[in-house]
């Protein structure tokens, strides 16, 4: 069954210091979004990227944050200069549509930690 | 915005008990997902309510939409060990999408 990967599993980073991770999208998937997941806490939606363009993105999602897609496999997410509060679990995920038609298929997860 | 709440934020049932979770938005949902997050694992999916007044059935997992579209539950018949785990629904409406906190659900064998 197809999967969505993600790489690393987990990272270690000081404060300050950019941070590039790494998402392969189910391959005829069209919708990917980004989550974090603090320890302990709920899942937070971050962003939605359709046709090569942020769709949606929620507050967390600030001037930090950059996604993109440079090439048609991977989905990045870039946190420029990271702070402590960075630090969490960060889930990707794919679906073939949106809404009703967009079951999410949530990757494994990048454990980031900001030091 | 859009809030989503989930209540309880815990439960604890022994083995062959009933468990209910329950969702509810501030605002109108265009659809409500749930999906289930093992310790240390990733949420994986579990069904898409689109209907108002949707009830769909896995096994012994019983969905329901609420009419209003605002409330949706999760109910488990008989649970076992491997139902352990936390349920979250995810709600999307007019912006973008909300996760519930969360029910976190132990199973004493």
């Known amino acids: 069954e197809p999967e969505v990967t993600q790489t690393p599993s987990h990272q270690v980073t000081q404060m300050g210091q950019e941070v590039i991770l790494r998402c392969v999208p189910i391959?005829?998937?069209?919708?990917f979004y980004w989550y974090r997941q603090i320890l302990g806490q709920k899942v937070e939606f971050l962003v939605s990227?359709?046709?090569?363009?942020?769709?949606?993105k929620s507050e967390i999602f600030d001037d930090q944050f950059s996604v993109e897609r440079p090439d048609g496999s991977n989905f990045t997410l870039k946190i420029r200069s990271t702070k402590l509060e960075d630090s969490a679990m960060y889930f990707c995920?794919?679906?073939?549509?949106?809404?009703?038609?967009?079951?999410?298929?949530f990757g494994p997860g990048t454990r980031l930690l900001v030091l | 915005g859009q809030q989503v709440m989930q209540i309880p934020q815990y439960q604890h049932v022994q083995e062959g008990e009933d468990f209910t979770t329950y969702c509810n938005s501030s605002?109108?949902?265009?659809?409500i997902q749930w999906y289930k997050q093992r310790p240390g694992g990733h949420p994986v999916f579990l069904i898409q309510?689109?209907?108002?007044?949707e009830v769909k059935k896995q096994k012994r997992l019983t969905f329901q939409f609420g009419e209003a579209k605002k409330n949706s539950s999760l109910h488990i018949t008989a649970t076992q060990t491997t139902d352990v785990g936390t349920y979250f629904c995810?709600?999307?409406?007019?912006?973008?999408?909300?996760f519930g906190k969360g029910t976190r659900l132990s199973v004493i064998a």
């Open positions: 990227f359709y046709n090569n363009e942020i769709s949606e």
């Open positions: 605002t109108t949902l265009s659809n």
């Open positions: 995810e709600g999307s409406g007019n912006t973008p999408l909300v």
């Open positions: 391959s005829n998937h069209l919708y």
């Open positions: 995920a794919s679906s073939e549509g949106y809404g009703q038609f967009g079951t999410q298929y």
């Open positions: 309510l689109v209907k108002s007044g």
